[in-house]
C-alpha cells in the first residue's frame, strides 16, 4: 500500500511568474503533448516484463537496511468472506512516521550505491586504482513507482494535478514528485476523521501479514508506519529504461508465481451500480497500473463500511482487472492508452531537457490543460543530493 509522503514547498513567486510551455513532436508538423486519452489509443507499446533486482528496508528507526528483514509474509484469514476486521482498533496508539521528513530519492540512491554492480555496465579501472569507476547507470529514468503510476493516469484523471522536478545527471533522469498547491491545502484542512481513515490501510496490513517467524497476524501491538520494505525493478517501455522503487505490502509464500508479492488495499463496500461503476472507472485504473508496473499478480481488497469495519475480501487478479472494467463501463479506461501516454511523457522529458545537471526542470500538469515545463536554478527543486554527486564511484 503506497504511503504518500511528499515535500511541500513555497510556490507563492512561482505562482507570479509565467510557465514556459515545452512542446513536443508527435507527428508530422504538430508540436505538442496532448494528453487526451483519444490521441494515445493505438497499439500497446513494448512494455519489457519488470525484472526485480533488489530490495531494502527501512527500519523503525527509519533507518535504510540494505535487505529484506522488514518484509511481510501475507497470512489472510481462513474464510475470507467472512472476516469483520476493525481498523479503528488501536489508532490511538500508532507509532506514526514524521511526515514533514521528506526522503525524496534517497532511500533509492542509497540503494544504488550499495548496489552499483547491478545497475552499471561496463566497469573501467584505473592504473593505480582497484575500485572499479562507472561514468553512468544503465538506465534512462530512475524515480518511484508511484510517480509513474500518475503519469501513466493522466489521460483519464480529472482531479489531482501533478508537479515533479527532473535533473539529467550523467545521462540519467531523475524524477521526484512534489505536492501540488492544491494537496498542500488539502492536508492543511484535513478533519481529525479523514486522519483517521487515512490510517485504516496500515492496520488493514496488520491483518492480514505476519512476521515471517511469528507466522501469524500480530493485532494486539502497536501498527507502526515508520516500517517498509522496498523492491527495486527494472524494465523498458519503448526505447526508454527505467529503474523505480516500490513499497511492497507482503509476499505470499505458497503463490507458483513468479512475482509471490501481494498488493492489499481496502475500499468502501459498494451499495449501488452507480458506486460499482465509480469504483472501476477511479478505483481498478490506479490499482491496475500500479501493480502491473512491477508485475504484481493479485490484489487483495478488504470492503469496509464507514464504521471501519472490514466485513469481506475480494481477490482481484491483474491480468484480468481490465475486462472487469471492459465489461462495466460504457466507457472503459484502456490500458494502451495509459502506457502509450506513459511513454509519451518520457519522450517530452528527454525532448525538452538539455544534459545539464546544473538546473532543474519542473513539470506542472492540471486536468484539462498541457504539460508545462521550467528551467529552475534555485534549489527548492534540487533534490539530488551532494553525496549522490559526489559519489566516489563515478568515472571523472
Known sequence: MKRSNLQSVNHNQDNAKKLKTIHLPVEGNSFILETFSQHHDKPFPFFKEPKEIGNFSIDEKRQFQNDRRQLRIYTPPSN????????????????????????????????????????????????????????????????????????????????????????????????????????????????????????????????????????????????????????VACTRLGNHSLLFGAEVDCEDLGSTDSNKYVELKTCRITESQRQYENFCKYKLIKWWVQSFLIGVRHIICGFRDDRGLVQYLEDFSVSKIPSIVQETLQQPWRPNVCFNFLKAFLDFVKATIADDSRNVYVFRWQPGSPVTVEKRKDQNFNFLPNWYRKWSAWDN
Open 80 to 231: 475470507m468472506k467472512n472476516c469483520h476486521f476493525d481498523l479503528r482498533l488501536g489508532y490511538s496508539s500508532m507509532i506514526k512516521k514524521d511526515e514533514s521528513i521528506y526522503n525524496y530519492l534517497n532511500n533509492l540512491l542509497t540503494w544504488i550505491m550499495s548496489n552499483k554492480q547491478t545497475v552499471t555496465n561496463l566497469p573501467s579501472k584505473t592504473n593505480d586504482q582497484k575500485t572499479d569507476k562507472f561514468e553512468r547507470l544503465n538506465t534512462d529514468f530512475v524515480c518511484w513507482r508511484g510517480l509513474l503510476t500518475k503519469l501513466a493516469c493522466i489521460p483519464y484523471e480529472n482531479k489531482e494535478d501533478i508537479l515533479l522536478a527532473v535533473i539529467n545527471f550523467r545521462g540519467t533522469y531523475y524524477m521526484c514528485e512534489y505536492h501540488t498547491e492544491s494537496k498542500i491545502e488539502e492536508i492543511k484542512n484535513e478533519t481529525p476523521r479523514q486522519k483517521e481513515m487515512c490510517a485504516w490501510g496500515f492496520k488493514f496490513e496488520q491483518y492480514m501479514t505476519s512476521d515471517r517467524n511469528l507466522g501469524v497476524p500480530a493485532t494486539n501491538v502497536p501498527v507502526n508506519t515508520n516500517v517498509e520494505f522496498g523492491s
